[in-house]
């Protein structure tokens, strides 16, 4: 067990080149420990920053030197404490050394275990390294660097280097930065330690594993390639889903404020004839039963193990095959991993040849795996090459499970060459899809590729972790909101998108998308998906236009108010006769967008929009002088109680632009918004006044006017 | 102990209540098959394999006989009936002349498939003829026509059940492209007419007709003679789905097999490619474990099923508890509560949609990012009228410029980020092989990859590697050992195989357990020479 535990010093760099990150860092080190509190409780851990005004470390009281160092947190068990300082950084004020923050960082394990503890010891750096180390005083910086990495080994250290780069550091000088990576490399290259490069906040969070988990291997044996031939391997699993916590069921009965309470809930089964609920039936009367049709089959276990399938253990080759006769999407599971025996040099050497053999000829491996003696199954799959790309790591190879027969469903789609001709892109479709796909590229050549799965995130876990961190300070602490460096995960660089607005646009010209009106009634039912969410399936094909193609220029039918072209579309929906519903819906769904375009804002970016929007809605509700229906009435009240608790007195067209105005200027106080009613006054949108719709507004315009006043925001003092 | 049972296939990890294994009753589905046995379907051969010929009859029945036993297996939901037409014998509720519906004892004429239905079914051809018989149901001078007759026997049999909770289909298996050829003029004329507002009629009620034709080698089977009509093709789908003359046996049967099976959605999502653009997209399981059905305790003495009751006991008071608890989790030394409610809100990170983000490079999908069985995805305009132009435009793109796309996928049990690789179709004469459209792979998180190979080694040294002698040994070696045409498809599972076996026998209280063949064991002879 003790074996187990790990030792880790963070090494963390917080100079003034660093202090656009340190949230991130903060974030992720925090998590580290909060995961730690669960997972890895004995693990002990240490805080060292580097870049700060002061210094204070041990060695600089014995040796001298190392300043601008400080041991926040010496080695220990981890405790919430350790969350707090985590989560409140010093932000430094010089350049830091991080070979120095190195050497601080070693000599905090070595002293501390004194060659004791074989375990895991571990330290992990995170700087941007660009900034120059000192010299050392004899030798160069690389035998410097030499002398720590043999150190290192011996005392049985890793170490883990993100070095945050790119758009996340400043302009630094070049030769410095070569001059560091060349002596992080040698960290590398000799002794077991990682260095990974990140250039953004989520592969900042990412980088780090915040959850140490101890492999385990699924099977340790023989490779039979045949008969004969036989190399010993042992596998593990590759990837693994890390699964949201499975959470205990909290009894509330024993009183909160009981010092023994477990508070535990215990779940209890009993079996009772179906016939007599009065009768529980013991155990030994109970025997399984298996679904065979509409039959179910009672087989006792005496009588299953007597028949059933029982292979015997073993990993057997069943020949080499063309990488193209396995397509990726035939994957079925998480990914193994085969090595060759650790130590074993015949079996490391044989695994190489194969696994580089298989890679020069493009071929992969079928296998039959039975892991353990007992198993019920087997498993046929694909093993495929992984040639290393670290000296210190031998080559293995990548295994995952192929479908049997019973598990492919077989079913048809229509060729695409079969659709109507209307169906199919044309050149133009063709050639702005082709610079779409080109241009969003998430890997280009010379960045790092953005949402690597090795350094994303999982968004869910880090919120639960955060959220209960919060809530074991303050338990009724609601749920927060996404962070916003996870978003970016679940939605759209916008940056990326901005880059290449031109592509997108031209994509959005030239495809056009209509709602289907006549949906056929008969085949909807059967091809009702079994388990559709219908959280908000409907309302989302808000840009949909109904074309109706009679004749060769369409006449466009606006249904929704979309997001490309909100004031055009709510113009025409204001204008259509067919239907009186439409103006209550046109000023419905522009209010909606017109919240929306606030509330989604991100800096301002939709502020002009939104304007043009209120305009618009001014403009239709003067014009619209009519008694509205009061369905329209009733929900616009009903909404805008919901969100401001705002009576409504609407009976007019007018009410719900003055109340929205009402409301808006509600909503910009609360969030000490100033940008966007400056906007407003600019553009001298003010109340609808008694003047301009007799019937329905109670205000002069004068009143109309004042209200401008009002909304600006008060100069502060 | 308790609920949960070692499941027979279970491996550690699977999740057998997650929905996205799961086949729900909801998407159950009817089927009549109707078969023509006519002498015609007995006299009319197609070359094997081995010089061996199969007679038409034979080729419908074990395709049939094949499709319920993967049904009990699958999809036990689903009902079937099997009806026969151009008989001798009539058996039908309606009474009606030439149309024999084929049952088993304990079973409705429409029901879910049962071991014995399954098992009386396999040997029909040995007693077809003396129970049954093959007689022309339609011939000049006769008022018969055992088309309509068996039409309308199908339908009868579908009235089960409404159309909202289930798919009904008539499969009809025939090699007469001309029924009514035998008769002339007015008589003719009339039979058709009938017979097609029949077929007209049987669709009016939401009821599918599907054609499985049987072909000969020298003749085609002309479709637009009476079926094209009967079961409303238009010109496009008639050139996709009637395969050509003289097609081997197995391609017809796997041609068969795959249209027996109607394709069922999965879900419907958008996908948002850019701001102002979403499209209408289907998802479909085209691979998924199939493991057996949960385990049913059942009372030993009366062979009864047992329900189980569940109650949640306080440990500390020895209450019961009633209300859904709270969870919590033991954390800083203390117990952080979460409501249900919190613990959804928590998992709500986006909207429920598939959100593009962007391409890259196919070498960027690695071996290992892979969690679980891939979705496939297939564009749909029934509601956004556009979306497969879209999603067509996209798939030529990304299979020319080698790029897969990146999305974020917001549903509610596990958001994350899945690659959507195109695939362009595949047809052999067997059919299609692989379907146009794009693979949801789904992606591991970085907390999701462990890096197993880095623990080892210990030593200063670096790896040892291979040399070039030694790769060559190798290389030789894979030549020796190589399997040219691998197909994936290749190998029933044998644990599921001898599961059922063994259901099958004491179903029907056999003595005798069948033998079943591991296929997946080395032809440990064959590598060695």
Redo the contacts between chains.
């Keep these: 067990m003790a074996r187990n535990k790990e030792k880790l010093v963070l090494l963390l760099d917080v100079g003034p080149s660093m202090h656009g990150v340190l949230p991130e860092v903060e974030k992720v080190c925090s998590m580290l420990v909060e995961k730690k509190l669960i997972f890895n409780k004995d693990d002990e851990v240490g805080v060292v920053v580097f870049g700060t005004e002061e210094t204070n470390n041990e060695l600089m009281d014995e040796v001298g030197g190392y300043e601008n160092i400080v041991v926040l947190q010496d080695i220990k068990v981890v405790d919430g404490d350790l969350i707090d300082i985590l989560k409140k950084l010093p932000r430094g004020t010089v350049d830091g050394d991080f070979l120095d923050a190195i050497v601080v960082g070693m000599d905090m394990l070595i002293k501390k275990y004194k060659g004791i503890y074989k375990g895991k010891k571990r330290l992990c750096l995170i700087t941007n390294a660009i900034h120059p180390t000192k010299d050392s005083l004899e030798g160069s910086k690389e035998d410097q660097v030499g002398t720590l990495a043999v150190q290192m080994t011996a005392q049985g250290m890793k170490m883990e280097s993100i070095v945050v780069r790119g758009i996340l550091s400043q302009d630094a000088n070049k030769r410095i930065m070569d001059e560091n990576d060349r002596l992080l490399s040698i960290f590398s290259k000799k002794t077991r330690s990682r260095t990974v490069y990140v250039d953004s906040p989520i592969s900042l969070l990412g980088a780090l594993k915040t959850r140490r988990v101890t492999p385990v291997t699924v099977f340790r044996g023989h490779l039979e390639l045949s008969q004969q031939m036989k190399i010993k391997v042992w596998v593990y699993k590759k990837t693994q889903e890390e699964k949201f916590p499975t959470l205990k069921k909290y009894s509330e009965k024993a009183p909160s404020t009981s010092k023994f309470a477990t508070h535990q809930v215990m779940v209890d089964y009993e079996y009772k004839s179906v016939d007599d609920s009065s009768t529980v039936v013991p155990p030994e009367q109970r025997i399984k039963g298996y679904r065979y049709g509409p039959q179910v089959v009672p087989i006792s276990d005496a009588e299953r193990d007597a028949v059933k399938f029982k292979p015997e253990k073993g990993v057997k080759l069943l020949g080499f095959t063309d990488a193209s006769n396995i397509i990726r999407h035939y994957y079925m599971k998480d990914v193994y991993l085969f090595i060759a025996e650790p130590g074993n040099t015949r079996a490391i050497l044989a695994v190489s040849a194969i696994a580089r053999a298989m890679k020069e000829m493009n071929k992969v491996a079928i296998l039959r795996c039975v892991w353990r003696q007992g198993q019920q199954n087997v498993v046929v799959g694909v093993l495929t090459p992984n040639i290393s790309q670290n000296n210190k790591i031998p080559d293995s190879f990548y295994f995952n499970v192929l479908p049997f027969i019973e598990d492919v469903r077989e079913y048809q789609f229509p060729s695409f060459n079969s659709f109507p001709a209307s169906w199919l892109p044309n050149e133009q479709q063709q050639m702005a899809a082709d610079e779409f796909v080109q241009m969003l590229n998430l890997a280009p050549s010379g960045k790092e590729e953005a949402l690597l799965p090795e350094f994303t995130p999982n968004p869910v876990l880090e919120r639960f972790y955060h959220h209960l961190e919060l809530k074991s300070k303050q338990p009724d602490a609601a749920v927060p909101p996404l962070d916003e460096t996870l978003k970016r995960i679940t939605e759209p660089d916008l940056e990326l998108d901005f880059e290449n607005k031109s592509v997108l646009d031209s994509l959005c010209k030239h495809f056009e998308l209509k709602e289907n009106s006549k949906k056929s009634a008969r085949r909807l039912l059967p091809e009702k998906p079994s388990g559709s969410n219908g959280e908000d399936g409907n309302g989302n094909v808000s840009d949909a236009r109904a074309v109706d193609s009679i004749g060769q220029e369409p006449v466009v039918k606006i249904e929704k108010i979309g997001d490309l072209t909100p004031v055009q579309d709510f113009e025409v929906m204001m204008t259509r006769r067919d239907n009186p519903e439409w103006v209550g819906k046109a000023i419905r769904e522009m209010r909606d967008k017109i919240l929306s375009l606030l509330t989604n804002s991100h800096g301002g970016d939709n502020y002009l929009v939104a304007v043009e929007c209120i305009i618009a809605l001014r403009k239709g509700c003067i014009l619209e002088q009519v008694s509205p229906s009061p369905s329209l009435c009733f929900c616009c009240c009903f909404f805008l109680n919901l969100l401001c608790g705002f009576r409504c007195f609407c009976l007019m067209e007018p009410g719900p632009y003055n109340n929205l105005m009402r409301y808006l200027y509600r909503y910009c106080q609360e969030k000490e918004i100033s940008t966007f009613p400056k906007l407003l006054a600019s553009m001298d949108v003010t109340l609808i006044s008694k003047s301009e719709a007799v019937d329905s507004s109670n205000f002069t315009d004068d009143e109309a006017r004042r209200f401008l006043d009002k909304i600006k925001p008060e100069p502060k003092d | 102990?308790?609920?949960d049972?070692e499941d027979?296939?279970k491996d550690e990890?699977d999740d057998p209540d997650n929905?996205f294994f799961q086949?729900?009753e909801?998407?159950k589905?009817y089927v009549v098959y109707l078969v023509d046995a006519s002498p015609k379907m007995f006299n009319t051969t197609c070359p094997g394999k081995d010089q061996k010929d199969e007679i038409h009859f034979h080729v419908s029945i074990s395709c049939i006989a094949e499709s319920l036993k993967?049904q009990?297996?699958?999809r036990?939901y689903d009902e079937v009936a099997i009806c026969f037409f151009n008989t001798r014998e009539k058996k039908n509720l309606q009474d009606l002349n030439g149309v024999f519906v084929f049952n088993v004892a304990e079973r409705e004429q429409l029901?879910?498939?049962?071991?014995r239905l399954i098992k009386e079914f396999d040997c029909i051809e040995e007693s077809f003829m003396r129970e049954i018989g093959s007689q022309y149901g339609i011939v000049p001078g006769s008022r018969e026509n055992s088309l309509y007759n068996a039409l309308w026997v199908a339908q009868a049999l579908l009235r089960k059940g409404s159309?909202?909770?289930?798919?009904k289909r008539i499969l009809l298996f025939t090699n007469e492209d001309d029924p009514f050829g035998s008769l002339q003029g007015a008589a003719k004329a009339d039979m058709t007419r009938t017979t097609l507002q029949r077929a007209k009629d049987i669709q009016d009620l939401?009821i599918s007709i599907e054609l499985l034709p049987l072909i000969r080698l020298d003749e085609e089977f002309n479709v637009s003679v009476l079926y094209s009509d009967l079961i409303g093709l238009d010109s496009?789908d008639l050139?996709?789905f009637i395969p050509s003359a003289g097609q081997k046996l197995e391609d017809m049967k796997d041609q068969l097999?795959?249209?027996m099976?109607?394709?069922?959605?999965?879900?419907?999502i958008?996908f948002h490619?850019?701001?102002?653009?979403?499209?209408?997209l289907?998802?479909?399981?085209?691979?998924?474990?199939?493991v057996?059905?949960?385990?049913?305790?059942?009372?030993?003495?009366?062979?009864?099923?047992?329900?189980?009751?569940?109650?949640?006991?306080?440990?500390?008071?020895g209450?019961l508890?009633q209300e859904p608890?709270?969870?919590?989790?033991?954390?800083?030394n203390?117990?952080?509560?979460?409501s249900m409610d919190?613990?959804s809100?928590?998992?709500r990170?986006?909207?429920?949609?598939l959100?593009?983000?962007?391409?890259?490079?196919l070498c960027?999908?690695k071996?290992?990012?892979?969690?679980?069985?891939?979705t496939?995805v297939?564009p749909s305009?029934?509601?956004?009228?556009?979306?497969?132009?879209?999603f067509?435009?996209?798939?030529?793109?990304?299979l020319?410029?080698k790029?897969f796309?990146?999305a974020?996928y917001?549903?509610?049990s596990?958001?994350?980020?899945v690659a959507l690789?195109a695939?362009d179709?595949i047809?052999t004469a067997g059919?299609?092989m692989?379907?146009?459209?794009m693979?949801m792979?789904y992606?591991?998180?970085?907390?999701?990859?462990?890096?197993?190979?880095?623990?080892?080694?210990?030593t200063?040294d670096?790896?040892?590697?291979?040399d070039k002698d030694?790769?060559?040994?190798?290389?030789a070696?894979?030549k020796r050992?190589?399997?040219?045409d691998?197909?994936?498809?290749?190998?029933?599972?044998?644990?599921?195989q001898?599961?059922?076996a063994?259901?099958?026998a004491?179903?029907l209280e056999e003595d005798d357990?069948p033998e079943?063949i591991?296929e997946?064991?080395?032809d440990?002879e064959g590598?060695?020479s």
């Design positions: 102990m308790d609920l049972p027979v296939f990890e929905e086949q729900s909801s998407s589905e993967t009990i297996i699958c036990s029901d879910r498939p049962t071991a159309i909202k909770t289930a798919d939401g496009e050139a996709q097999r795959k249209r099976f109607t394709k069922r959605i999965i879900r419907r958008t490619i850019v701001k102002g653009l979403s499209i209408q289907n998802t479909y399981a085209l691979i998924r474990p199939t057996p059905g949960a385990i049913t305790w059942l009372d030993s003495v009366t062979n009864r099923p047992l329900k189980i009751e569940r109650s949640l006991i306080c440990e500390d008071t209450s508890i608890p709270k969870r919590f989790q033991p954390y800083r203390e117990n952080v509560k979460f919190e613990i809100e928590i998992k990170i986006s909207t429920g949609h959100r593009l983000l962007g391409f890259k490079p960027c999908l071996d290992y990012h892979n969690l679980r069985p891939s496939f297939y305009d029934q509601e956004v009228v556009g979306s497969s132009c879209i067509i435009a996209l798939h030529r793109s990304m020319r410029l790029r796309a990146v974020f917001g549903g509610s596990r958001p994350q980020l690789v695939r179709e047809t059919g299609q692989e379907p146009p459209g693979h792979i992606l591991p998180y970085s907390d999701d990859i462990r890096d197993a190979e880095e623990i080892f080694p210990d200063e670096d790896a040892p590697r291979a030694q790769i060559q040994k190798a290389a070696l894979i050992i190589e399997m040219k691998f197909s994936v498809f290749q190998f029933a599972n044998p644990a599921l001898r599961h059922y063994v259901l099958q004491l179903a357990i079943t591991d997946t064991v080395p440990e590598l060695a």
